[in-house]
């Protein structure tokens, strides 16, 4: 038997990342601490761009039969209403943003890992590993105490912001913790009818609260309540010493009136607790035979609900490079793209984070004022409302500087209505796609390339482009019609053998 892949971690990053190597028929091993998944709803909204890849993935039904559709956002500054921003534009068959519990996401997929009759190992924690020529060997404890030390191929951290995997690379996780107390509470609404399909966000003086719809009929609220007085730790970790009591639903309920201007009735609360926002992320994702995916690599404020969403597509990103590297079908350097592109990507997502809540933070009553005017005025042109719809869908992340880039416009997702067939990389082996109308010179280059195209070109949305489209559904290289010196040199630089 080949050497398994080992995933620490099976929270949603690591159950995507294992399916999608099972997929790909690599042995995998996936473990977890924790005795058991999250009960808890964490991470709500799945966006567009990561509904498309469950598409090739082949488990989207399922997020889609259990989540509810929010098709837009409202804003709204002391009692009135700012703005609207529709989500209806996104260029995706996915124009939406889906809600659903985390518990639920971990449940689907760990299903849907199932299917590759691959089962979470439970209580069983990595301790340390050290890196060796060509293996990179672990030390795994389990509930009874007693430790394995087991070889991997490679090691993909999946482990969380408190990430063994991060700490064992001693790698710095650069950012810092904002001084700020959150609310979360998952409750029910009556009163004054909510949009049951639009998140609403509040400004107010004394602070931002959100309320994001949930399926049957719940709503999740998050409010900041001001600086605590933890102080700002070094490692992220709030102080228990200085953390404010639980919340009451009664202290909710006097924020939601308050920033809301409305007398919501709020009941039924299944989750409340109180957060701090770290904004932190690696400089690097991958030391060697060693790799970080999701939150061991990136954490931020939940504003834009992009973290789980970001983590899922890192490992989509890893997934196919790896399959490929071992099944033997490309250079090993194609690992060399991971970080620079996701490292990019996570770098963009916390920007965003950061700014979104900085804006909702204001603490100046001017500085609010110009906000308030500033979302009124932006958010009457539908380019603005688009543009932040394109933005939160993910959709518009592109590799335009990855070393797998090549050709003017290359790097970003071709669009699904383009696919002329199933999505690229779907299936079980991991193939970039050509998209050519000249038959015959393509179907050439299929059959002199078998280990890196897939077998029948397709049709390219343009006559004049010829396209070479990443089993991830990116444009690996766009070129001219008939310059197939481009294809050439792109194929040669993946290959295993050059000639
Ligand atoms: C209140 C809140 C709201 C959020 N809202 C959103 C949202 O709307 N949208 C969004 O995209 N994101 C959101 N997020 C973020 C989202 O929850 C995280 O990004 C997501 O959980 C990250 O997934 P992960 O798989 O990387 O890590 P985790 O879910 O943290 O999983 C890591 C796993 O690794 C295990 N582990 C750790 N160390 C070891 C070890 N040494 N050995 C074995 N196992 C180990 C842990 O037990 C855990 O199960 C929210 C987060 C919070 C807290």
Not at 30 to 46: F, G, M, V
Not at 121 to 126: A, D, T, Y
Request: aromatic share 6%; glycine share 8%; charged share 20%.
């Amino acid at each position: 038997m080949m050497s398994q892949i080992l995933i620490v971690g099976a929270g949603p990053v690591g159950l995507t990342m294992a399916a999608e190597l099972a997929r790909f028929g690599q042995p995998v091993r996936i473990i977890d601490r924790a005795p058991h998944a999250t009960e808890t709803s964490k991470a709500l909204a799945l966006w567009s761009r990561t509904l498309e890849l469950m598409d090739r993935m082949g488990c989207t039904t399922g997020f889609l039969d259990g989540g509810l559709k929010v098709h837009g956002v409202s804003l709204h500054s002391h009692g009135h209403t700012l703005a609207h921003a529709r989500f209806d534009d996104i260029h995706s068959p996915y124009n939406f943003a889906l809600m659903l519990p985390q518990s639920e996401t971990e449940k689907l997929l760990t299903a849907h890992l199932s299917t590759y009759s691959i089962a979470i190992e439970r209580e069983v924690e990595l301790v340390s590993f050290v890196q060796r020529p060509a293996v990179v060997e672990t030390r795994l404890r389990h509930a009874d105490g007693h430790e394995e030390i087991f070889m991997t191929p490679w090691l993909i951290g999946c482990d969380g912001a408190h990430s063994t995997v991060r700490h064992g690379l001693g790698i710095e996780f650069a950012g810092s913790t904002l001084d700020d107390d959150w609310l979360l509470a998952d409750v029910r609404i009556d009163g004054p009818s909510l949009p049951e399909d639009e998140i609403a966000i509040h400004f107010h003086k004394d602070g931002p609260c959100a309320l994001f719809p949930m399926p049957q009929g719940r709503t999740r609220i998050i409010a900041s309540m001001g600086k605590s007085n933890m102080g700002k730790s070094d490692t992220g970790k709030p102080n228990p010493d200085h953390l404010p009591a639980e919340p009451t639903l009664a202290m909710v309920q006097t924020v939601v009136n308050n920033r809301t201007g409305t007398k919501l009735l709020l009941s039924d609360p299944t989750w409340l607790t109180h957060f701090h926002i770290n904004e932190r992320k690696v400089s690097e994702y991958r030391n060697g035979r060693v790799i970080l995916a999701g939150d061991a690599a990136h954490i931020h404020s939940p504003a834009g609900g992009q973290g789980m969403n970001t983590g899922i597509q890192d490992a989509v990103n890893l997934a196919w490079k790896l399959a490929m590297i071992m099944r033997g079908d490309t250079t090993p350097a194609l690992i060399d793209s991971y970080d620079p592109e996701r490292s990019a990507v996570g770098a963009m997502v916390l920007r965003n984070a950061t700014t979104l809540t900085s804006m909702g933070l204001l603490a100046n009553p001017i500085a609010r004022e110009i906000r308030d005017l500033m979302v009124r005025l932006l958010f009457g042109f539908h380019a603005v409302q688009d543009r932040l719809a394109a933005t939160m869908s993910e959709v518009e992340i592109a590799y335009a500087h990855s070393p797998l880039t090549a050709g003017s416009g290359a790097g970003a997702r071709l669009a699904p209505e383009h696919y002329d067939g199933p999505p690229p990389g779907s299936g079980t082996v991991p193939r970039f796609v050509l998209f050519t109308t000249d038959d015959q010179t393509g179907e050439a280059f299929t059959a002199n390339y078998p280990h890196l195209l897939e077998a029948r070109p397709r049709i390219p949305p343009r006559p004049e482009e010829l396209l070479v489209v990443r089993p991830d559904g990116y444009i690996g290289l766009r070129s001219k019609r008939g310059h197939w010196n481009d294809v050439e040199s792109y194929l040669k630089r993946l290959a295993i053998n050059p000639e």
